[in-house]
């Protein structure tokens, strides 16, 4: 019976005692490698030119089409 309250009372200081502790916020630093940034920027800026190079060679195909619709 002593046994049994003993562990009962561990268990018990051990819950308290986890409710009980500061709530400390851990910062975490966040670094950044300016590379991964750098070919980011650069992968975008050739995505974004191949969209205005469709784009613009569609809109050509379109203009073409619709002269040649037009005028002949």
Known sequence: MKNSNLNLSSVKR???AKYLEEIN???NSKSTDVN???NRVKLNQKNESRKKLYFS?????GLV?????IFS
């Open 25 to 27: 916020p851990k910062k």
């Open 36 to 38: 991964v940034l750098l």
């Open 65 to 69: 089409l619709f002269g040649l619709l």
């Open 57 to 61: 060679a569609a809109a050509s195909t």
């Open 14 to 16: 051990k819950l308290i």
